[in-house]
């Protein structure tokens, strides 16, 4: 078998080559001019070759030290790039992540500055996105599918995946502009109660089951259940439909920033614990590397906002 090299010898030898002189090269890589000289012929014992020829005012390398002295030099650098490449991984600077969202999520204004933030703190990171309903996105996450996803409140297993509230903002309801309960341009607030017999077109339950359920059992907390006429895949064509003035709507207030025209929204004022949160969700014992990088950038910026009233 070829001999094992130790690279600290390889360092050694290179500084030794590049001075020319042992007492330089020992200044250089701080250490004392004796243990380097000792360090220098164990090199050329292992290898079983002279590497330097020893003169009175240096030292000059030998046919075979010049041919170390090129590989050397690549096989250090190599090491060092490789080093640097393993740190930069661990410190979530290269790699890869698969970030998820729902569509709701992605419609408040944090989804994208966490993402603006770690694309700013990490521009070589390799980052894919994919969109779709919570529960699909909590099993990509279980099966290592995707890496971390903001989700809103999700129903069913989620054993084995922290989910981590990053903020919590008021629903609101959304009217027809023309409707006569949206008031005139004072009124910026009505009570759930008041939507008792209305319409009401809801985002399928599939799509977003934990918003679903927490304003079915709001309406029933205000003494009435809601008769749903319609049911939308996303919360944008939720929104178009009551442009079309085919009922209202109950949705997060950060889809306020969603300027619909034919769409009033007004604040619930009767429903204190209507809130749509927004969670990370990730593996537990998982959150090292790139992921990390990411779940520090939402804490970060999540810790700037309000925990309520995101709009």
């Known amino acids: 078998m070829p001999p094992a090299i130790d690279l600290r010898l390889l360092r050694y030898f290179l500084a030794v080559a590049e001075e020319g002189h042992l007492t330089r090269a020992a200044q250089r890589i701080g250490i004392q001019q004796p243990p380097l000289s000792q360090q220098i012929r164990l090199l050329e014992k292992e290898l079983g070759v002279t590497l330097f020829n020893r003169l009175p005012r240096g030292m000059e390398l030998t046919e075979s030290g010049t041919a170390l002295l090129a590989d050397a030099r690549l096989i250090l650098a190599q090491v060092d790039s490789t080093v640097a490449s393993v740190r930069r991984i661990a410190q979530g600077k290269m790699g890869r992540i698969a970030v998820g969202f729902t569509e709701s999520a992605s419609l408040h204004p944090f989804v994208p500055s966490v993402i603006r933030a770690f694309r700013a703190a990490a521009p070589d990171v390799a980052l894919t996105v994919e969109e779709t309903n919570t529960n699909e996105l909590v099993e990509a996450v279980r099966k290592r599918q995707l890496d971390l ?72 907390a205000a003494g009435f259940s809601p008769r749903v006429t319609q049911e939308a895949r996303k919360n944008l064509s939720t929104l178009s439909l009551v442009a079309a003035g085919l009922g209202v709507a109950v949705v997060p207030a950060s889809m306020m920033h969603v300027n619909a025209e034919g769409v009033r929204y007004l604040r619930i004022n009767d429903a204190p614990g209507l809130k749509a949160p927004l969670h990370l969700a ?30």
Not at 171 to 176: C, N
Not at 282 to 304: Q, V
């Open 149 to 220: 996803a903001f989700v809103r409140s999700p129903v069913g297993d989620a054993s084995g995946i922290v989910m981590e509230t990053v903020l919590e903002e008021d629903m609101v309801a959304a009217l027809p502009s023309a409707h006569a309960l949206a008031g005139g341009a004072r009124s910026k607030s009505i009570a759930l109660a008041a939507l008792a017999d209305e319409s009401f077109i809801m985002t399928r339950r599939p799509s977003g089951p934990g918003l679903y359920d927490t304003l079915i059992a709001a309406c029933r």
């Open 282 to 311: 990730y593996r537990d014992g998982e959150h090292g590397g790139a992921l990390g990088l990411m779940i520090d950038e939402a804490r970060r910026l999540s810790a700037k906002k309000p925990r309520r009233n995101e709009a």
